[in-house]
């Protein structure tokens, strides 16, 4: 299984809305609803924000959102604080048994 | 809560086989997948493969053939172990819970610190 499909970078001015893409296969972000995305800054465990492709665990600011069409998911983050600057990267279900990570894209709060 | 350590040697020699331990405390393993994730330095996070508390494994097709996942549900712990090690193995390893018990999510709520491992003669 390959690795899934993330931009390197994205950026965005404080109060923006901006959209990272996460694209797979049918055979795995096409197939299952086990999408979840992970905040990483560097030195720390990278945190859960969205999984099952749209729930947000309690506790996680209600500014990140997720969605998918097709292969390909998405994480939305709206009124975009410095804070939210750092690594993000999606993983999905890629078999009965398998799990697959992307690339990862960096986020830079301009 | 619910609190992961990972443990081992932080440098193992080409070829040998790369051991760490994740020991779980505040709660039980029972129930719960645990997987193994890793970062190389400057790289994205590399998904392992998961050990379900009774034993049952998953594991990354491309490292399949050297790396064995195992849980002991006396000792709280979930181990692994990834065998012919070399420097692309180089690696921050860390252990996380899937955040649903009895299901196979890939939504990894709670985490080690992680532990760097170099590997290198």
């Known amino acids: 299984q390959s690795a899934l499909t993330q931009p390197a970078s994205v950026s965005g001015s404080p109060g923006q809305s901006i959209t990272l893409s996460c694209t797979g296969t049918s055979s795995d972000v096409g197939y299952y609803n086990f999408v979840s995305w992970y905040q990483h800054h560097p030195g720390k465990a990278p945190k859960l924000i969205i999984y099952e492709v749209t729930k947000r665990p309690s506790g996680v600011s209600n500014r990140f959102s997720g969605s998918k069409s097709g292969n390909t998911a998405s994480l939305t983050i709206s009124g975009l604080l410095a804070e939210d600057e750092g690594d993000y990267y999606c993983c999905a279900r890629a078999g009965s048994n398998t799990g697959v990570f992307g690339g990862g894209t960096k986020l830079t709060v301009l | 809560q619910v609190q992961l350590q990972e443990s081992g040697p932080g440098l193992v020699k080409p070829s040998e086989t790369l051991s760490l331990t994740c020991t779980v405390s505040g709660g039980s393993i029972s129930y719960y997948y645990w997987s193994w994730i890793r970062q190389p330095p400057g790289k994205a996070l590399e998904w392992i493969g998961h050990?379900?508390?009774?034993?049952?494994?998953g594991y990354n097709p491309s490292l399949q053939s050297r790396v064995t996942l195992s849980a002991d549900t006396s000792k709280n712990e979930i181990s692994l172990k990834l065998s012919s090690v070399t420097a692309a193995d180089t690696a921050v390893y860390y252990c996380?819970?899937?955040?649903?018990?009895?299901?196979?999510?890939?939504?990894?709520?709670?985490w080690g610190q992680g532990t760097t491992v170099t590997v290198s003669s």
């Open positions: 050990v379900y508390y009774s034993g049952t494994t």
């Open positions: 996380a819970r899937d955040r649903e018990a009895y299901q196979l999510l890939l939504a990894f709520d709670i």
